[in-house]
């Protein structure tokens, strides 16, 4: 069975770090293209970050380019999202998606961790 | 950026109902088009990729058409599960976009 399992969310202040991970199991994770998306509270989808299998090819929406960073380690099975100088309208729920093998769209969701930021 | 606009904003129909969900993108996208699920309080669920292909374990009850700039998501028999938010997705091109949502919600 495939899972998704995000940690690391929580309360931070306005200017604060906080570093997201996604624990994968039940498939092979070095195979698929990964991604973040996030839900203000009441609001839709909005798309993060993707990045490809190997990590070598990484997108991130404009208005987090630069503060928000993708990763991956394939030989731990786990997506990560570094965001920095964080603000009060990031906060949301943040999502990790399994994309497919060349579709890149998301096939798989977790269930997601709440970041919010406030003083 | 592509925009993708859902129509409409939300419906309220019965179990047993055909129901049809629209969704324009403001250029053309080819077939790079998904729809999501996502019942409240709950994580999204894919339902469909390339405007047509059903995600594996999803009812036949779900259909999906349209290329280029229109697409139509159909729930031939509404059930009681189906009353949720739907979003549409394109994937043809960075960065990648949602529409607004359209919530069915039960009459």
């Known amino acids: 069975e495939v899972q998704l399992v995000e940690s690391g969310g929580g309360l931070v202040q306005p200017g604060g770090s906080l570093r997201l991970s996604c624990a994968a199991s039940g498939f092979s994770f070095s195979s698929y293209w990964m991604s973040w998306v996030r839900q203000a509270p009441g609001k839709g989808l909005e798309w993060v970050a993707t990045?490809?299998?190997?990590?070598?090819?990484?997108y991130y929406v404009d208005s987090m380019k630069g503060r928000f960073t993708i990763s991956r380690d394939n030989a731990k099975n786990s997506l990560y999202l570094q965001m920095n100088s964080l603000r009060v309208e990031d906060t949301a729920v943040y999502y990790c998606a399994r994309d497919g093998r060349s579709v890149v769209t998301p096939s798989c969701w977790g269930q997601g961790t709440l970041v919010t930021v406030s003083s | 950026d592509i925009q993708m606009t859902q129509s409409p904003s939300s419906l309220s129909a019965s179990v047993g109902d055909r129901v049809t969900l629209t969704c324009r993108a403001s250029?053309?996208?080819?077939?790079?088009l998904a729809w999501l699920q996502q019942r409240p309080g709950k994580a999204p669920k894919s339902l469909i990729y390339?405007?047509?292909t059903l995600q594996s374990g999803v009812p036949s009850r779900f259909s999906g058409s349209g290329s280029g700039t229109d697409f139509t998501l159909t729930i031939s028999s509404l059930q009681p599960e189906d009353f949720a938010t739907y979003y549409c997705?394109?994937?043809?091109?960075?960065?990648?976009?949602f529409g607004q949502g359209t919530k069915v919600e039960i009459k």
């Open positions: 250029r053309g996208i080819s077939n790079s």
């Open positions: 990045i490809k299998q190997d990590g070598n090819e990484k």
């Open positions: 390339a405007a047509s």
């Open positions: 997705q394109q994937y043809n091109s960075y960065p990648r976009t």
